[in-house]
């Protein structure tokens, strides 16, 4: 079982080092980096990533170029904002060390969110379950605008990991404010009436 981390980003010079060094024991780490104006490229380079520049097309359309860009044939998908935490890194090696016939076609991973400097334990907000670690021949990004996830082929077995992956998603109000209103508002609404 060989791995590539392939990890999305647009202006992540504070976020994207971290990310990529979270998965610095994956085979390959692919960053798809949309147009950056800052470091993002430079520093994703440092850490021993393939950056490829792509210009925004959404989230799933993103996540798909940058799985079909993979060199492996098991993708491990981040946002440059999301860490794989120690107990879920443990827990994928142990994977990569068993037999195919023991591995299932994708996993859905625990996703612990960071709101405000907080970390969210109920209301949805934990476990936030996401299929993140698939076998790229059976797992597609959905095209929607917002909320993207993995649809898996009709005959493909998943399973639950236990570890955490880590989202470092809103520092204050000002950025949740600013993401709102610049980001995730008009996509729902083109999502709604196109």
């Not at 994703?44 to 520049?53: F, K, P, T, Y």
């Not at 076998?135 to 605008?145: A, N, S």
């Not at 993207?148 to 880590?166: H, I, N, W, Y």
Request: glycine letters at 4%; one cysteine or more.
């Amino acid at each position: 079982m060989k791995i590539s981390a392939a990890i999305i980003a647009f202006n992540e010079s504070e976020n994207i080092a971290a990310a990529c060094e979270s998965v610095a024991w994956a085979d390959e780490i692919i960053v798809v980096d949309s147009e950056s104006t800052d470091d993002t490229r430079k520093i994703a380079e440092s850490c021993g990533a393939r950056v490829l520049i792509k210009k925004w097309e959404g989230f799933a359309r993103q996540k798909q170029f940058a799985a079909d860009s993979t060199g492996n044939d098991w993708v491990l998908s981040l946002d440059a904002d999301e860490r794989v935490s120690e107990n879920l890194r443990n827990e994928i090696l142990t994977l990569k060390k068993s037999p195919t016939s023991q591995l299932a076609d994708g996993y859905k991973i625990p996703r612990r969110n960071r709101y405000m400097n907080r970390w969210m334990k109920h209301g949805g907000w934990y476990p936030d379950w996401q299929l993140r670690l698939y076998l790229k021949t059976k797992g597609l990004w959905k095209d929607v605008l917002v909320h993207e996830s993995v649809t898996m082929s009709d005959d493909a077995r998943t399973a639950k990991l236990s570890g955490d992956l880590l989202h470092h998603s809103i520092p204050n109000a000002a950025y949740h404010h600013r993401l709102l209103g610049e980001r995730y508002a008009p996509l729902a609404a083109r999502q709604m009436f196109d």
